[in-house]
């Protein structure tokens, strides 16, 4: 049996658990499942990536897939491609992860992220190859797929990024860009300096070994001290694949997703562009989002964590806007998933269109609650168990905080743990009721 799907595809170790035998193996799947006509693939920076990537590539090809070989390329235009090209797309990128783990995603024709019915087939498909590795009846002669090289993939990506601005530049900005070592090192900081910003780079010399370590959106400190001893108006941090984005302030303040958010509903539906006056947003939302929005008169669509889901509501309902506290922001006019760079760029946008500063904007926007999160190991195949012995201290939690705060707990999408939530009225209260909501999980983990 191979691995599983989560919120966002596959991931493990390089070479241990996602090994290029189990990828191969994938790539015969995929193609079985999602077409064998095209495919576009690409990966982030991970030293696991070209041999990860060439497997995949070789069981797509081996079903008798053109394989469209875009190499070290964000997540989004992959994504972008697949629509442009009504073709399957695939990246190997383990996002945020650290540079040992890598992943698959997989996007069907049309740049759009599997639903659970799909992956419920790979994953079939995924077995059923494994099982039949010496039967399987193969592609031969003309007939067996090709490697192409990407063409302008790239070239029309960075296009339709300057594009989403319309005709409107970046000229005053001063910018602080950190690219996580990732994806966004090369394409990034060249978009925004097109556009007319100024430009300092953080963390853009990948080396295989430095993606995602002590930079991009999971450690932005270094960006925030960065940005102010620049004087710049704003910092973006990508992840690894740059498909989310955080954003930093003039004062090094962090701006999350749920602020972006909250900044573009606003802006959007000042221009008459939020459409329904909606915006899509998952369970982890900040109960300070929920009620700037209230207050705006925008309605809040809550969906599950992960984009996907982000993505399938704003299909669902028409509208316009979604995204996740992460960064993973979707502007559906403009792209099929989550882009860091597009959302840094419409981010920007909107603060070289106001008088304000970016801190004077965020702080209009929303006041963000304090939110505490904690992280909590849970025995492999255990998640569901220790989740019901939680419920009655999860309960006890959510009655003491009463409507002035919340408790979520969830297990986790990507990883072995499950993630305890509180917002409370004070930061001491959150982290008080997170500590015993997760000792509680620990004691139900040593059951």
């Known amino acids: 049996m191979g691995l599983r799907f989560g919120t966002d595809g596959i991931r493990g170790v390089a070479n241990t658990e996602l090994t290029p035998e189990l990828v191969l193996a994938l790539g015969r ?23 990860i990537q060439a497997a995949l590539s070789a069981g797509l090809a081996a079903e008798g897939a053109t394989v469209i070989d875009v190499g070290v390329a964000p997540t989004p235009a992959i994504a972008f491609a697949s629509a442009a090209e009504g073709c399957p797309g695939a990246v190997i990128s383990a996002s945020h992860n650290p540079f040992a783990d890598n992943g698959v995603k997989l996007f069907a024709a049309g740049g759009r992220k599997l639903d659970d019915v799909t992956e419920a087939s790979l994953e079939a498909a995924l077995d059923h190859v494994l099982a039949a590795r010496h039967g399987v009846v193969a592609p031969v002669g003309a007939a067996v797929g090709r490697l192409e090289p990407a063409g302008r993939v790239m070239a029309d990506y960075e296009d339709h990024l300057a594009g989403s601005l319309e005709g409107r530049s970046l000229e005053g900005l001063r910018v602080v860009v950190d690219c996580a070592n990732g994806a966004a090192s090369d394409i990034g900081p060249r978009v925004l300096e097109a556009l007319g910003a100024e430009v300092q780079s953080l963390s853009d010399a990948p080396s295989g070994v430095n993606i995602n370590d002590g930079c991009g959106s999971t450690f932005p400190a270094a960006l925030q001290r960065a940005v102010v001893a620049a004087g710049a108006d704003a910092g973006l941090a990508f992840d690894g694949d740059a498909d989310r984005v955080l954003a930093v302030d003039h004062l ?48 809040v669509e809550e969906t599950a964590v ?5 993505l399938e509501a704003l299909e669902r309902g028409g509208w316009s806007l979604g995204g996740e506290q992460s960064g993973h922001i979707i502007f559906a006019d403009l792209a099929t998933t989550g882009d860091g760079i597009l959302t840094g760029l419409q981010l920007l946008d909107l603060v070289a269109r106001s008088p304000r500063t970016l801190a004077e904007l965020a702080a209009a926007a929303m006041e ?62 959150a982290e008080d009721v997170a500590s015993r909501v997760a000792v509680e999980v620990e004691r139900a983990c040593s059951v």
């Open 29 to 51: 799947a995929a193609a079985q499942v999602l077409g064998r006509d095209h495919f576009v693939v690409g990966r982030d920076t991970r030293l696991s990536g070209p041999l």
């Open 306 to 310: 992960g984009d996907r889901y982000v």
């Open 368 to 429: 963000r609650m304090p939110q505490v999160l904690r992280n909590v190991a849970v025995p492999t195949g255990r998640t569901a168990e220790v989740m019901a012995l939680v419920r009655p201290s999860v309960e006890a939690a959510e009655a003491e905080l009463g409507e002035a705060g919340r408790v979520l707990v969830r297990p986790s999408g990507t990883e072995p743990l499950v993630r305890v939530m509180v917002e409370a009225a004070t930061e001491e209260l």
């Open 252 to 299: 090094g303040a962090l701006v999350d997703g749920d602020q972006v958010m909250a900044l573009c509903a606003l802006d959007l539906r000042s221009r008459g562009r939020l459409r329904e006056a909606t915006v899509v947003a998952t369970v982890m939302a900040n109960l300070g989002f929920r009620r700037a929005m209230a207050a705006a008169g925008v309605k």
